[in-house]
């Protein structure tokens, strides 16, 4: 039975009891911080990642933000920007900030549910999913530009592909 199969007999479920579930489900630490927001970590396997889900009535949408830290150094920025965009431009379900005062990475992303739309466990799950593997498949040209000094065209050559099919 999946996740969601648990709530068909309700006929709405909150978002964030959603992701509150899922996040007892794989174990993560996390904090309810209001009705409408939860705060998760999730361990990958370059770092340890925070997950922000909330919930907004007023224009029916589920928000994401994954962040990790990062603290480039400050000749490298023009390369950081170029290496964001040329992320960004490889990823369609979601993207990347830099938000320089807290000096954090960011993998936004936002989940229309207008017209009284409800998200289910499985969405709300690739969500999460989506975001981990995109900070973890783009980390290593993070850190090859940021502190290799590599340019960013050749970092990203080993941002890790997508894998379609099986082997």
């Not at 000749?75 to 369609?92: F, Q």
């Not at 783009?138 to 990203?156: C, D, I, N, S």
């Not at 050559?157 to 997508?162: D, G, H, L, R």
Request: charged fraction near 25%.
């Amino acid at each position: 039975m999946s996740l969601s199969e648990d709530y068909s007999l309700s006929d709405e479920v909150h978002p964030i009891d959603l992701a509150e579930t899922l996040a007892e489900y794989h174990d993560w630490e996390f904090d309810r911080v209001t009705d409408d927001q939860i705060a998760m970590a999730v361990e990958g396997q370059w770092r340890n990642y925070s997950i922000t889900l909330a919930w907004s009535g007023h224009d029916e949408t589920l928000r994401l933000i994954c962040t990790f830290e990062m603290e480039p150094p400050e000749h490298r920025m023009g390369a950081l920007y170029e290496l964001i965009n040329r992320c960004n431009d490889e990823v369609w379900t979601g993207g990347f900030n830099w938000w320089d005062e807290q000096k954090l990475m960011v993998w936004r992303y936002g989940l229309c549910l207008a017209g009284g739309q409800h998200a289910v466990s499985e969405q709300i799950d690739r969500l999460i999913s989506s975001a981990i593997t995109s900070a973890e498949r783009f980390y290593p040209a993070f850190q090859l530009t940021l502190w290799a000094e590599r340019p960013p065209v050749e970092a990203m050559k080993v941002a890790i592909a997508e894998a379609y099919g099986r082997a």
